[in-house]
């Protein structure tokens, strides 16, 4: 595009240039790991950085830079960055940020592997970790330190649906000169724009709604120029963990259908979560559209719409959430989410079994608690076959 958009919609498909693309109307593929100088002093100009272009595709490459371009636009911030994985993004930024002896603040409740990362980092490099709810601001300010050098947050939250209010944890990141990194994933770009609340960093895991078809697993990191030009020349390159160029294009592919899909996720969510609420073996449901939920003031100022995944808890145990599990026939066990066909899994069993159980319990992830991740379907199919499992 010469000039971008001011519409998320259009910039989702036409956002970022392509150095050279024959005219084609996708993009190409530039499947290549390496690039080839006309002569040794353009080689030299090139890794001294005075002359722009491509040297390796660990370091660069032009598909996988007009993704980077894209969803720098879509999330309002200077550049973007691409990662192998949500996780390989997670890990670069954290990494990056931190040096032995620092501390980071995190939100009560995390991705799973989110959590053994910060166990990890704290067991072999001292970078400790400490965690908020983040609803109050005394809360957040007392657990501060001298060494405290990001805060790290996720809202909603994963799997409890919680949600932080993203200005309130600014105004005291700012007065405390420390960044504000939030992992976005279960929001998209479309529902919720963190940089444009005044964090400095947003992660996603793009496995999830950003490509939106199960068939890829990647990772993106959006801020300041300066910084991810920083996380590109060392945590990146030096560790390593890369997108490929097809990859690339199949999230570049995904992007273009992102504000309808989520329009749909969101719709088909809010239908399910009102009959959830009135089934008789359900006990809770937790989903930040539901006017009834504590989360739906923060919902409405900071987010388009409440997203596309319901937690909630069925009258029972571990083993009657299990048989439940079992009787769904349209509705797939699966992990992972923000993918065309309805998903559920058992946090305490899947994704947050690495979690020691008194911290789960803390975290409010409860043997009976279900994570629900509403696909594209017709919302009275994916009804009829939660309702019959419910019932059996
Ligand atoms: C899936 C997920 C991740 C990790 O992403 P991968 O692409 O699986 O490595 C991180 N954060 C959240 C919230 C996720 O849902």
Same mark, same amino acid.
């Given at each position: 595009m010469s000039k971008e958009s001011k519409y998320f919609d259009t910039i989702a498909i036409h956002g970022g240039k392509i150095t050279s693309d024959n005219g084609s109307l996708v993009p190409p593929i530039y499947q290549t790991s390496t690039f080839t100088f006309d002569t040794a002093e353009q080689g030299e100009a090139r890794f001294a950085g005075s002359e722009e272009g491509y040297i390796y595709s660990r370091l660069g490459n032009p598909t996988v830079k007009l993704l980077e371009e894209r969803i720098a636009l879509l999330e309002g911030g200077e550049a973007g960055l691409s990662f192998g994985s949500g996780m390989a993004a997670v890990s670069a930024v954290l990494f990056a940020l931190t040096k032995s002896g620092d501390h980071i603040l995190c939100s009560k409740g995390l991705y799973g592997c989110t959590f053994g990362l910060l166990q990890m980092m704290e067991e072999k490099y001292n970078?400790? +970790?400490?965690? =908020? =709810?983040?609803?109050?601001?005394?809360d957040i300010v007392s657990k501060l330190t001298p060494s405290t050098k990001l805060i790290y947050i996720e809202t909603p939250i994963n799997p409890t649906m919680k949600l932080i209010d993203l200005q309130l944890v600014v105004k005291i990141a700012r007065q405390y000169k420390?960044?504000? @990194?939030?992992?976005n994933t279960f929001s998209s770009p479309y529902l919720q724009q963190p940089i444009k609340e005044g964090c400095d960093v947003v992660i +996603? =895991? /793009? *496995?999830k709604y950003i490509g939106g078809h199960g068939d890829v697993i990647a990772g993106l990191v959006v801020g300041r120029e300066d910084f991810i030009q920083q996380v590109a020349m060392t945590t990146k390159k030096d560790i390593g963990g890369v997108m490929s160029p097809f990859d690339a294009w199949l999230l570049l592919?995904? #992007?273009? *259908? #992102?504000? !309808? %899909?989520?329009? %749909?996720?969101?719709?088909?969510a809010e239908k399910i979560t009102s009959l959830l609420?009135? +089934?008789?073996? @359900?006990?809770? @449901?937790?989903?930040?559209?539901? !006017?009834e939920s504590p989360a739906y003031e923060i919902m409405k100022k900071q987010m388009k719409k409440a997203g596309g995944i319901i937690s909630f808890t069925i009258k029972g145990t571990k083993k009657d959430a299990q048989n439940f599990l079992n009787?769904?026939?349209?509705?797939?066990? /699966? @992990?992972s989410l923000g993918d065309a066909e309805t998903l559920i899994q058992h946090p305490a069993t899947m994704t947050h079994a690495v979690v020691p159980e008194d911290e789960r319990?803390?975290?409010?992830? *409860?043997?009976?608690l279900i994570r629900l991740s509403v696909g594209l379907e017709a919302w009275e199919d994916i009804w009829e076959d939660l309702n019959q499992a419910l019932d059996g």
């Open positions: 970078i400790i +970790h400490d965690f =908020s =709810s983040m609803d109050e601001e005394e420390i960044p504000v @990194v939030v992992d +996603h =895991s /793009a *496995t592919r995904g #992007l273009k *259908t #992102l504000p !309808v %899909r989520m329009d %749909r996720h969101c719709d088909n609420i009135k +089934h008789k073996n @359900v006990e809770n @449901v937790f989903y930040p559209g539901d !006017v009787r769904l026939k349209l509705i797939k066990i /699966a @992990v319990l803390k975290m409010g992830i *409860t043997d009976n």
